[in-house]
């Protein structure tokens, strides 16, 4: 069966220092990735999604970037973060041939 | 512009009646609409899905009802228990490209009080 891991599950970092999260799936090949954001009040908004090994889709302009190193491996990493980073950050995956999305467990980024 | 809309935010429901969560869409390109589960600090789980081509589709407790005409669809619960309080997120998607992204609504949050 397939598993999704995000990790960590919670981050509490200064602003202005970097960021990395990492989202790793098992017992698929080829799957569609995702990075999203829950903020308060607003849902869950699609930061970056993923076709494939080093191909990378933005769908809001911020100073976050993904990257997609591996099959299986997804990245979101900022060089500076900000106060509004703040947030709830899940990673999903979907089969090759759609059919819905998969979530992780989440990670909570609390900026200070 | 929200594509996918949620009006209520939050629906209380005693434990055995019905619960009844709605959503509206205004992308007409959308076929293929789903609804998750979220509890805190957790991430969302897939419950139930439906295809443009049906107007109905039942899993258990779970039947989810799409009104293409009016751009409409709606997840009943029943009987609701105290188990299913949690934020319902309804999502909808094009599955006529390869990334399959999903546009979400920004949820409500179901009570369900014993």
């Known amino acids: 069966s397939q598993t999704i891991h995000q990790w960590p599950a919670t981050l509490v970092q200064p602003v202005g220092s970097p960021l990395s999260l990492e989202c790793t799936v098992e017992?698929?090949?080829?799957?569609?990735l995702y990075w999203y954001r829950q903020a308060a009040g607003r849902g869950l908004q699609l930061l970056f999604y993923?076709?494939?090994?080093?191909?990378i889709s933005s769908e809001v302009p911020q100073n976050l970037s993904a990257s997609r190193p591996q099959d299986r491996q997804f990245i979101l990493s900022s060089k500076k973060l900000l106060l509004s980073d703040s947030g709830f950050y899940l990673c999903a995956w979907s089969p090759v041939l759609g059919g819905g999305q998969y979530f992780g467990p989440g990670t909570r980024l609390t900026v200070t | 512009d929200q594509q996918v809309k949620q009006n209520s935010p939050s629906l209380s429901v005693q434990e055995g009646r019905i619960s009844i969560l709605n959503c509206d869409y205004t992308n007409s390109m959308f076929d293929y609409f789903l609804w998750y589960k979220k509890y805190p600090a957790e991430g969302p789980t897939f419950l139930i899905s439906?295809?443009?081509?049906?107007d109905k589709n039942e899993d258990g407790r779970f039947t989810v009802f799409l009104n293409k005409s009016a751009k409409h669809l709606s997840l009943h619960i029943v009987p609701s228990q105290p188990g299913d309080s949690a934020v319902y997120f309804c999502?909808?998607?094009?599955?006529?490209?390869?990334?399959?992204?999903?546009?979400f609504g920004k949820g409500t949050l179901l009570t369900v009080n014993p």
């Open positions: 999502a909808a998607c094009y599955s006529g490209g390869s990334n399959y992204k999903l546009t």
């Open positions: 439906i295809s443009s081509i049906k």
């Open positions: 017992g698929t090949s080829n799957p569609n």
């Open positions: 993923s076709v494939g090994i080093g191909q």
